[in-house]
């Protein structure tokens, strides 16, 4: 592991219960592979859905986009300010998530142009996708 959750806290603004990236397994200055690890303790099973538990896909993709923020916002140039999600295209959804899996986040930073970038990024399940896409950002102070 190269980042535990107090690492990652340290990188980019978001806690609990919307941090959704639990361990950085490798980072380059490019890319990433993360991890989420899904429980039912979490807020959004209590209504998505109380019978059969799902997590969304917007909170897939918002993983995904916060893995990116750590490779962005880990870079000398952008400590300490935000990476917002401005924009997501071509995401496509395989398989669901559920609380026990173990959601591996891996992202690609594929342009980054002064203060606007874009990802590829995919999640997977033991080695079966469940989501990929391309994801687009801007930082700001």
């Given at each position: 592991m190269i980042l535990n959750s107090n690492d990652i806290q340290d990188i980019i603004p978001h806690r609990y219960p919307f941090?959704?990236?639990?361990?950085?397994?490798?980072?380059?200055?490019?890319?990433?592979?993360?991890?989420k690890n899904v429980s039912a303790n979490e807020m959004?099973?209590?209504?998505?859905?109380?019978?059969?538990?799902?997590?969304?896909?917007?909170l897939i993709c918002e993983a995904l986009a916060q893995a990116?923020?750590?490779?962005?916002?880990?870079?000398?140039?952008?400590?300490?300010?935000?990476?917002?999600?401005?924009?997501?295209?071509?995401?496509?959804?395989k398989r669901q998530v559920i609380p026990g899996d173990t959601l591996e986040l891996n992202v690609e930073l594929i342009k980054l142009k002064s203060i606007l970038g874009i990802a590829k990024a995919s999640a997977s399940v033991n080695g079966e996708v469940c989501a990929h896409g391309t994801i687009k950002f801007a930082i700001s102070d």
């Open positions: 941090l959704l990236v639990d361990k950085v397994i490798t980072m380059n200055e490019t890319s990433i592979k993360a991890i959004h099973f209590m209504g998505h859905f109380p019978q059969k538990h799902v997590m969304p896909g917007v990116g923020a750590i490779v962005l916002l880990s870079k000398e140039e952008y400590k300490g300010k935000l990476a917002y999600f401005v924009g997501i295209d071509d995401f496509k959804f």
